[in-house]
């Protein structure tokens, strides 16, 4: 089973900023629609967003998160600004061979193992 990796979990305060990566050689990024998704507290798992598709990120992150992938590495990025404690989660990047960038996580098919996201007050 292939699953993507992600990095760049951490702890951080109220205000600061973290870059999470996901890398998955085996999935080349042209045959995969990608996407970010979080868990907060032990809430259903939440769509963050789709890189290159500025109406796909969720409302609670929209102007402080970015999506982008660099396809020369193979590489999805979430960039996270004014971070807040609500933000705190398990944070996974996702990938389907489906054709859209879905809302459902049960539309994907390919799973990191996450990685944790805690921001202090």
């Known amino acids: 089973q292939v699953h993507p990796v992600e990095s760049g979990g951490g702890s951080v305060q109220t205000g600061g900023s973290l870059t999470l990566s996901c890398t998955a050689p085996e999935l080349r990024d042209y045959q995969y629609r990608w996407a970010w998704f979080r868990q907060v507290n032990n809430e259903a798992r939440e769509r963050v967003g789709c890189?290159?598709?500025?109406?796909s990120y969720a409302d609670a992150v929209k102007g402080r998160f970015t999506i982008s992938h660099d396809n020369a590495k193979n590489t999805l990025f979430l960039r996270m600004t004014n971070l807040k404690p609500e933000d705190s989660g398990m944070y996974y990047c996702?990938?389907?061979?489906?054709?859209?960038?879905?809302?459902?996580?049960?539309?994907?098919?390919?799973w990191g193992q996450g990685t944790e996201v805690v921001v202090s007050s």
């Open positions: 996702v990938a389907t061979s489906k054709p859209y960038c879905y809302i459902s996580w049960r539309d994907y098919e390919f």
């Open positions: 890189p290159d598709r500025d109406m």
